[in-house]
């Protein structure tokens, strides 16, 4: 209650700024399999985002494609399409990390196959009928969709201040990939939300499609950390398991458990706004000295002059 009362009500303006993708690459033949040193278990936890981001990202954009006939407002437009640069950008660049993955011999494909048909098959276009089925299965996914960008939010959030991450000497390429899509993130989070209140905003699907959202992400999450686990070429490498993840947040490697518990009832707050989380500021600083971001910045002035 104190949390609700403490919040600004609805959207901090100051919290805006126009959305652009920025073209970045990483080198990837220097990172070690196990990148942050030592740790194998939160290297994998974090490294399901390659496993479900590619696939997932994609969708986003396959559903907004489909949504901006029915966006009647100029500005919101200008961020769907923001948006969706910025996504397929994410989903391109986590993507390309899959065959180093493989080169270090864990080959991810066995469970990248589950996760394409999830997001292909089962969250596809189905085959409806132009009319009512057709819109409502569109306006759910769209809620889905601002249900997952609250959590990708959150982690945009928390790896930009992961500073243990740092301490433990992680590779720097890998934190700049996590903390460049992560700023993005952060700058981009009121999207997904101000599109759904636009075209439906129903308060009973808010909390459905957070439910469908959230259970599936925690399932997603511990099968591909085990799968990761269990592939690992290391012998060393061990089993995932609650505890593990449990531990790593209080350690400062992984979100904190509590901290994930706290973020649900203010995504069902009625009050909500996903200005009031995390920090334009900070993602914009962090951005404007990203290796990656940087490199993308000189060579998109290149190409202009
Ligand atoms: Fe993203
Ligand atoms: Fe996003």
Redo the contacts with the bound molecule.
């Keep these: 209650m104190s949390d609700k009362n403490a919040r600004p009500y609805g959207p901090v303006a100051s919290e805006r700024t126009p959305l652009k993708a920025r073209k970045v690459s990483f080198s990837w033949e220097d990172t070690p399999l196990h990148w942050i040193p030592g740790d194998p278990f939160a290297t994998h936890t974090i490294n399901v985002l390659h496993l479900l981001l590619p696939a997932g990202?994609r969708w986003?954009v396959h559903v907004y494609r489909q949504v901006l006939p029915h966006i009647r407002d100029e500005r919101l437009r200008e961020d769907v399409i923001g948006?969706i640069g910025?996504?397929a950008m994410?989903s391109q660049a986590h993507d390309e990390v899959l065959p180093h993955l493989r080169e270090l011999g864990l080959d991810p494909t066995p469970y990248t196959a589950q996760v394409d048909w999830l997001f292909e098959k089962l969250l596809g276009d189905r085959t409806l009928p132009p009319g009512r089925a057709r819109r409502w299965w569109l306006m759910e996914r769209v809620a889905i969709i601002a249900a997952i960008?609250h959590y990708?939010s959150f982690l945009g959030d928390w790896v930009l201040n992961a500073e243990e991450l740092d301490r433990r000497g992680a590779d720097p390429t890998m934190l700049d990939l996590l903390r460049w899509h992560g700023a993005?993130?952060v700058e981009?989070r009121s999207v997904?939300f101000d599109l759904f209140m636009h075209v439906d905003g129903g308060y009973r699907r808010r909390v459905r499609t957070w439910a469908t959202a959230f259970t599936a992400l925690v399932f997603l999450w511990q099968r591909g950390a085990r799968f990761f686990m269990d592939n690992d070429p290391t012998p060393a490498a061990g089993r995932a398991s609650f505890k593990d993840f449990y531990l790593g947040g209080q350690q400062g490697v992984l979100p904190s458990t509590g901290d994930l518990l706290k973020s649900v009832p203010r995504y069902l707050s009625r009050s909500y706004h996903p200005s009031q989380e995390a920090s334009t500021a900070q993602a914009i600083a962090y951005l404007a000295t990203s290796p990656a971001a940087t490199a993308a910045a000189t060579a998109t002035a290149e190409r202009n002059t």
């Design positions: 990202e986003f948006f910025q996504e994410h960008e990708t993005e993130e981009h997904a």
